[in-house]
């Protein structure tokens, strides 16, 4: 039987697939029981990935080609259908685990029946520089996401009532997320991490989350440039989900401006 389906949604991700197997594989703990399922949104060269995983790991991994790219929760969503372990943990493909135990992730689930979320420690280089592991909720003001999110870093505190894991790498029990309705597809990239936190602990009120720090994965984001059209999707989206909780309109647009004057603030007082 197995224990954990590891999801990892790519599009034209070569570069980064088989790193990213090869450090999952490398920390496998699990033996037999890890289930390992790739979802491919349609690349350019599906049949080329589809040769070399099965080159590389054989029936290890579980290959699924998406008929069209429909964003990161389309993706996610169909390899959560396929799989068949009561935990799912979801990673980008360009995350590489780094310090990491997929027994302990299955044995907290096992212990506590009303874990719904577990996140982990992210660094973003070879530094061990600290990551965004986890933020404050979106319809928080900027004033309180930026300066509550720089102390909850350094102290490297997680509140689950206030705060959601990075999308990037983290767990969740299987059949809360289904009961919840799964990833919404009407978001294609941005915003998922707060709308899966917020409907999965209002369809389970009982449930939480935990933080798991000695489980380290690398995202290498350090020196991501900026891009405008991704700023601007990110806006959407998370205005999206805010207004499916029945936040007024412009909240998260005003969070964002508030936190962005208070970050000038910040750059000009340390010059």
Not at 83 to 88: L, Y
Not at 163 to 185: H, I, P, Q, S, T
Not at 195 to 215: A, E, L, V
Request: glycine share 6%; net charge positive; hydrophobic share 35%.
């Amino acid at each position: 039987m197995k224990e954990l389906s590891v999801i990892i949604v790519t599009y034209n991700s070569e570069p980064d697939i088989y790193g990213c197997l090869e450090a999952l594989f490398a920390h496998n703990d699990l033996g037999d029981s890890l289930e390992v399922i790739v979802v491919d949104n349609n690349s350019r060269d599906f049949e080329h990935l589809q040769t070399e995983l099965h080159r590389l790991y054989g029936e290890s991994v579980i290959l699924f080609q998406n008929t069209q790219n429909g964003g990161y929760g389309q993706g996610n969503n169909i390899g959560i259908r396929h799989a068949s372990s009561p935990v799912i943990m979801i990673m980008n493909p360009d995350v590489r685990l780094v310090r990491f135990s997929l027994k302990a992730i299955t044995e907290c689930y096992r212990k506590d029946p009303r874990l719904a979320i577990l996140g982990f420690r992210q660094i973003i280089n070879a530094n061990n520089k600290r990551g965004t592991s986890f933020s404050l909720l979106n319809h928080y003001n900027g004033f309180i996401r930026l300066f509550g999110g720089i102390a909850a870093k350094r102290l490297d505190f997680f509140s689950w009532r206030h705060m959601y894991f990075c999308g990037a790498c983290f767990a969740v029990r299987k059949e809360f997320f289904e009961k919840a309705g799964l990833f919404d597809e009407h978001l294609f990239l941005y915003g998922e991490e707060n709308d899966i936190h917020y409907r999965i602990h209002h369809t389970f009120p009982q449930t939480h989350d935990r933080y798991m720090p000695q489980n380290v994965y690398l995202h290498p984001t350090e020196n991501r440039p900026f891009s405008e059209k991704a700023y601007q999707l990110r806006l959407a989206s998370n205005e999206y989900v805010l207004s499916k909780q029945g936040r007024p309109k412009g909240t998260y647009i005003r969070s964002e401006q508030q936190r962005e004057k208070w970050t000038r603030l910040l750059q000009r007082n340390a010059q």
